[in-house]
C-alpha cells in the first residue's frame, strides 16, 4: 500500500510499503466531492488546485497531532488508472482500515462552530456519511475513529457517538463495539446497506466484500445485479467447503 508522508515540509509525498513491513498510519473516511485530490495531483504536485486539498490537510494535521509519520487517503494512495491496482485495493479495503492505528472522518455537511451539541447531533445523524456504501465498511472495520465537523471540531469518537451511529445506521450496538462480523447472520449484514447508495451501481455489491470476508475482482460494467451474482457465487463457494469440511453449513469465517 502506499501512504503519505507528514514529514514534508511543502507538499506531500507518496511512499510504498509491502507485506509486513508498513508503518504505524492513520487514515482518512469521508464522502467525495466532484473536486478530489488524486495520485496524479500527488506525482505532479498540483495537489494544491483541487478543492479536496482541504482534507488532505485536515488529515495531515491530525496525523502530525498523534504523532503519526504516515496516513492515508483513498483518493489520492491509489492510482485508479490502474484496474488491477485498483481491484487490489478494493479487495484489500476493509483490511487497510481494519489495521490503522485511528481512523478520522470529515463530515463535509457537519457543522459545529456555532451550534449547540443538540443541534449538530442532528445534523450528524443526517450527515450523508451515513448513506454512502463505501463508508459502511470503514465504520465497522476501524477499532479507533474520530468524528469531525467540516469546520474541523472534534466530535466525538466511535464509542462516545455509538448511541447516535446506532440511530442514524441501524447497526446494533454489539457490532459497532467491534462484536466479530461473522456472528452477524448475512441477511442482518446486507440489512446494513438498505439505505445506502454508491455512485457506480457494481459497487453496491463491491462494498461488501470486506464486510462479508470474501474477495472477487471487479468487472466495471457488469451491472449490479450481476456483480451480486458473483459475491453471492463466492459465499456459496466458501459455505461448500465448510460443508464438506464439518459436515454442515456454518458462517463462522465470512
Known amino acids: 500500500?502506499?501512504?503519505?508522508?507528514?514529514?514534508?515540509?511543502?507538499?506531500?509525498?507518496?511512499?510504498?510499503?509491502?507485506?509486513?513491513?508498513?508503518?504505524?498510519?492513520?487514515?482518512?473516511?469521508?464522502?467525495?466531492?466532484?473536486?478530489?485530490?488524486?495520485?496524479?495531483?500527488?506525482?505532479?504536485?498540483?495537489?494544491?488546485?483541487?478543492?479536496?486539498y482541504s482534507k488532505v490537510q485536515f488529515c495531515r494535521e491530525r496525523a502530525e497531532q498523534d504523532q503519526f509519520e504516515y496516513f492515508w487517503i483513498d483518493s489520492c494512495c491509489i492510482d485508479k488508472t490502474s484496474s488491477s491496482e485498483l481491484s487490489e485495493s478494493i479487495n484489500s479495503m476493509f483490511r487497510w482500515y481494519q489495521r490503522a492505528e485511528k481512523c478520522y472522518v470529515y463530515l463535509s455537511d457537519v457543522s459545529a462552530s456555532h451550534y449547540s451539541q443538540s443541534h449538530w447531533e442532528t445534523t450528524f445523524k443526517q450527515s450523508k456519511w451515513f448513506k454512502r456504501g463505501w463508508t459502511l465498511q470503514e465504520l465497522l472495520a476501524s477499532q479507533s475513529i474520530e468524528f469531525y465537523s467540516y469546520d474541523n471540531i472534534k466530535l466525538g469518537n466511535k464509542?462516545?457517538?455509538?448511541?447516535?451511529?446506532?440511530?442514524?445506521?441501524?447497526?446494533?450496538?454489539?457490532?459497532?463495539?467491534?462484536?466479530?462480523?461473522?456472528?452477524?447472520?448475512?441477511?442482518?449484514?446486507?440489512?446494513?446497506m438498505a439505505n445506502r447508495e454508491t455512485t457506480i451501481e457494481e459497487d453496491f455489491a463491491y462494498c461488501l466484500l470486506g464486510i462479508l470476508n470474501v474477495h472477487m475482482p471487479q468487472l466495471y460494467g457488469e451491472g449490479v445485479e450481476n456483480a451480486f451474482i458473483r459475491l453471492i457465487g463466492e459465499i456459496n463457494n466458501r459455505l461448500s467447503i465448510y460443508k464438506n469440511q464439518s459436515g454442515k453449513y456454518i458462517l463462522q469465517n465470512l
Do not use: C
Not at 3 to 17: A, E, H, P, R, V
Not at 25 to 52: A, C, M, P
Open 159 to 192: 464509542n462516545s457517538l455509538e448511541q447516535q451511529i446506532h440511530e442514524a445506521t441501524g447497526i446494533p450496538i454489539e457490532a459497532l463495539q467491534g462484536k466479530p462480523l461473522y456472528q452477524f447472520t448475512f441477511d442482518e449484514r446486507l440489512s446494513w
Open 1 to 52: 500500500m502506499r501512504l503519505l508522508s507528514t514529514n514534508i515540509d511543502d507538499g506531500f509525498k507518496l511512499k510504498s510499503f509491502i507485506g509486513n513491513k508498513i508503518p504505524k498510519y492513520s487514515i482518512l473516511s469521508h464522502t467525495w466531492g466532484s473536486d478530489e485530490v488524486t495520485f496524479q495531483d500527488i506525482e505532479n504536485r498540483t495537489e494544491k488546485s483541487k478543492d479536496g
